[in-house]
């Protein structure tokens, strides 16, 4: 492991506040911050004091933490134009969140010192002067953030240059150079970087936006041309396309060139942290996010799933677990019997890739896909499909017949409540019952019906309800005949699972799923029974 060490700024808290969508509450930022922490982040920037109450009052209220590896970083623009410093509002606010490090960004592209500061580069040049000399006489450590850096180096190297020195006179303690505009490349991003660290003495960071799809690339390639200091966000949310993620960065550089990021232990929580923190920032991670999105160690095809049962690096570039994933087999017409076999030993361990129960199962997979069902999503159908291969099923009830009536009534002449009743008669052994119930369209109907019949029998099915229900339809050249498929997901207040239907009919495909949502609820009774 290389030994020269790369510090991490953190922005999920202030860039990342700034995506489409991203909206935290001082508490959420609180508990982001504490994970951020413990995961092992150097630094947390979290937020600008200046720019709004409540990271006024996150400030307020962190400074009783005490945080083990992170420094809070406070967040602000360099001094107004024509302004001392001391009577700067924005510089009052940073000194007043009390963080012994801040960060402060300054224009580095002519361009915007013209059209958006509306001043000269010289003045531009004494604000990011006076701005790190005030702060730094305060006893702050300053990091500055060149912000459009690389676009204001390829127009005027010369005077993007000449803002990097006079930070670095000032006495800032990295110089950030920012792809604000997230429109650079690896290349150009490489070659740069190298060039500046030739003339600047003090540490050179990098801070990149996605707007091209480069910037956990373009984050790299900056370190292997000696940048030290990171900026991004956790899981890559941010204005526009986002920020680098360092979920992505950080194994990068760990786990293929040997950097000493965080240790073993704590990059192993890599996936845990990721997921909290989407979850307190009510935002889903995108299946596809390398390390750690859904599908990142998920195997699909035949081939790829019998090579990774044979030897996992033939189709896995990492070991999961030192990311904290895991690997898993998706369930589909392309899986070969690699992909079915961990699921028939939970069965029975003595089988094998060539037993045929595993055949039996493989091709009974395929035969219902191609009918429309699709178990990838489903993992309680699946589940139960197995055991009814293997003979290790034994139905719990069946539905003898049902019938639902659906009505539209008006309510002022155009806008109409559905309203929907549903007759079912069940069996359980020798016992028939039969119940009907209402409900807020013919699915509802159906469900609150079967429901009510089959607790006379099972009562703990009280416990368990329906969370989501998606519809889709597979075959649309068939128009109104076309296939439909049904997934449900169910929870019974501690688990949560999803099966699935299909049929030319969506009350058909419906009433599958929700008979495979109950078996499987009911189904740890056959040990027993």
């Known amino acids: 492991m290389k030994n020269n ?73 360099t001094v107004r134009k024509d302004t001392a410093p001391e009577d700067d509002e924005n510089l009052r606010a940073l000194l007043s969140a009390d963080t012994k490090y801040i960060t ?48 204001g180096y390829r127009a005027n190297p010369d005077y993007a240059m000449e803002v990097l020195k006079t930070a670095e006179k000032a006495g800032a303690a990295a ?12 290349d150009y991003i490489s070659k740069t970087v190298r060039t500046v660290c030739k003339s ?18 373009n984050t790299v390639f900056a ?71 859904k599908s990142a160690f998920a195997h699909k095809a035949g081939m790829h799933a019998d090579g990774v049962a044979k030897e996992p690096r033939t189709y896995e570039h990492i070991d999961p677990s030192l990311v904290g994933g895991s690997r898993y087999f998706l369930l589909s017409e392309a899986s070969g019997r690699s992909s079915v076999l961990p699921k028939v030993q939970v069965y029975d361990g003595s089988l094998t890739k060539s037993s045929s129960e595993t055949k039996a199962v493989t091709e009974k997979l395929k035969e219902l896909e191609h009918m429309g069902f699709q178990f990838e999503a489903a993992a309680a159908s699946f589940e139960l499909l197995v055991m009814k291969e293997l003979g290790r099923f034994k139905p719990h009830f069946e539905i003898d017949h049902f019938r639902i009536i659906s009505s539209m009534d008006s309510l002022d002449g155009h806008a109409y409540t559905e309203k929907a009743n549903a007759l079912v008669k069940v069996r359980v052994g020798d016992r028939y019952e039969i119940t009907a119930d209402e409900g807020e369209g013919p699915v509802n109907a159906i469900d609150k019906a ?8 099972y009562p703990e099915l009280k416990k368990m309800h329906l969370s989501d229900f998606k519809v889709r339809v597979v075959s649309t050249n068939d128009s109104t005949a076309a296939i439909t498929r049904v997934l449900i997901e169910s929870t019974d207040g501690e688990r949560t699972w999803t099966t699935v ?19 499987y609820m009911l189904k740890d009774r056959q040990s027993s029974d």
């Open 450 to 457: 079967l429901r009510k019949a089959l607790e006379v029998f």
């Open 104 to 151: 402060v960004f300054g224009k580095a592209w002519d361009l915007h010192v013209d059209c958006i500061l509306g001043t000269s580069l010289a003045e531009n040049l004494k604000m990011i002067s006076d701005t790190v000399t005030y702060l730094r006489r305060n006893g702050r450590t300053v990091f500055f953030d060149a912000e459009h850096f690389f676009d």
């Open 223 to 293: 370190v292997k041309a000696g940048a030290v200091h990171i900026q991004g966000t956790f899981t890559g949310i941010g204005e526009r396309c986002g920020n680098a993620a360092l979920t992505t960065v950080i194994p990068d550089l760990q786990l293929k060139f040997g950097y000493g990021i965080v240790s073993d232990e704590r990059l192993a929580t890599l996936n845990k942290t990721a997921r909290f923190i989407s979850e307190v920032a009510n935002v889903r991670l995108p299946a596809n996010l390398p390390y750690i999105g």
């Open 5 to 77: 060490k790369i510090v991490i700024l953190d922005s999920t808290l202030r860039d990342g506040a700034q995506g489409e969508g991203i909206s935290f509450s001082v508490s959420d930022k609180l508990k982001i911050a504490d994970a951020l922490d413990k995961f092992g982040v150097d630094y947390i920037e979290a937020g600008n004091p200046c720019s709004n109450p409540k990271d006024a009052e996150f400030f307020a209220k962190v400074s009783d933490r005490h945080y083990t590896t992170a420094k809070l970083t406070a967040f602000g623009s």
């Open 175 to 186: 110089v950030v150079l920012c792809d604000t505009n997230g429109g650079s490349f690896p």
């Open 200 to 217: 600047i003495k003090t540490s050179v960071g990098i801070h990149c936006h996605n707007d091209t799809g480069c910037a956990a690339a």
């Open 501 to 519: 239907g299909a049929s030319r009919d969506i009350i058909n495909a419906s009433v599958i799923a929700l008979t495979d949502s109950l078996e």
